[in-house]
């Protein structure tokens, strides 16, 4: 298999945009194809990710769609969905079509667009990533499913509401310095514990927001990446799935997709958990970024919670955990979420990341956790 | 031969306060239905069995910000349920305290009835 890398990153500001999400998608990569310095011309094929715009927007055939928004119409494109986890997916396949030698020069990313929709309509479009006949019918909500896992998590190891509004305050503080960020104020402790309930355990500051925004990557062959200024190399890509049934996990205070994924990617890409300088991961609810870093082999199970009281987690702490705000304070515009992820350690690792630039990083790691934990992907990049 | 319960017949039965897993012929697995191969072994030899309805809460979580139309139904407990027979079913919670909820509670399964639609729900275990 050829050797990838990415070249061009480009993220639109994430919060509320007055604009479909193709455009949302074009913007950000025109500005990835400008950051690769190849020409539009140059792109032969287009991965794009998107989830509810069938809902939202009553759009379907939207890669083709971005496509003709940026200019490039006559470009092969499909659409990924694999929700939350979509444009990483899309990224996975990128790197696996430019590996096998099919392509030179991929743009691959996603879009979304919600902060149109009413909460109520949004809430229901994004339950939809649950069962349909089985789940939905009895009320759960995406807060509701990793509720569920908070509430597994304390009960098998004590994990505290405080150690998650740890993860909470540590990721606005990060956000504050990220101009891209939906949220770039701080937060106290005391907020989060006083805000609003919103599914028992969780509270209002445990969920990460609505978000508009769209992100986009220029992934190629080493021969491309060579003439490129800075290049960003893939060791893996990996994916892997759970029971899509809440009813058939065998562990609610895990996320076993994660494990598999995880140690598939160490594996593919010769690295372990100790090699790994930065980590952008999907902290779509804060106990999520709990178990995400026990599940990745930072942390003993059960201690991430600790790990995050202790600020382990932190810019200047032994492994920073999402430098960029994560989803929680940069914002989750969900087809657009894995690309970002991305672009994030692709712009840490080039040592572009200003005021919230991780010292010496060499290798990051990229998790994106798709809907109910069905579905998870695990990439890492390194400098060198 | 492989007897597939039908998503259609598997809340039909449930609607009547019925529950119904799959065993597979093979390993003994049971399973919710619909599935054609076993999870555990990969044989395609399922058997309808009777569940019981009888478990104990996972875990739960009280929804307080609703999806659109269940605004009046708010606040509401959904759970985890895991049956005496070893598998799990997610349901609703109905007629015991929200701040009664503990992990490890007994339950008993009864349908939720909405117009067509049948929801699996729990309730007390007396
Ligand atoms: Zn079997």
Known sequence: MRRVAVIGVGVTKFGKHERTCAELFAEAAADAIQDAGVSPRAIQALYYGNVVGGEGERQLHMGPLAASVLGIPTVPTTRFETACATSHAAFRHAVMEIAAGVSDVVLVGGAERVLNLPTDAATEYFAYASDAIFEQPTGITFPGVFALIARAHMAKYGTTEEQMAHVAVKNHRHGALNPKAQFQKEITLEQVMKSAKVADPLKLYDCCPFTDGGAALVVVSEEVARKSRKPVWILSSAAASDSMFLHEKKDLSRVLATERAAQAAYRQGGRGPQDVDVVELHDCFTIAEIVATEGLGFFEPGTGGIAAEKGWTSLGGKLPVNPSGGLKAKGHPIGATGAAQVAEIVTQLRREAGPRQVDGAKVGLVHTLGGNTATVLVSLLSSE | ?126
């Open chain 2, 1 to 126: 031969m492989s007897k597939v319960v039908t998503l259609k017949a598997f809340f039909e039965e449930a609607r009547s306060g019925r529950l119904t897993g799959i065993r597979c012929g093979r390993c003994g697995e049971i399973a919710i239905p619909p599935k054609e191969f076993c999870p555990a072994c990969q044989e395609r030899a399922w058997e309808p069995v009777p569940l019981d309805g009888h478990g104990t809460i996972a875990s739960f979580t009280v929804i307080r910000v609703p999806p659109r139309g269940r605004a009046e139904e708010a606040p509401y407990a959904v759970a985890v349920v895991k049956l005496d027979e070893g598998v799990s079913l997610l349901g609703r919670i109905l007629d015991i305290p929200l701040d009664a909820l503990k992990v490890g509670m007994p339950v008993r399964f009864r349908p939720l009835i909405r117009d067509e639609q049948t929801v699996v729900a729990f309730g007390p275990s007396q």
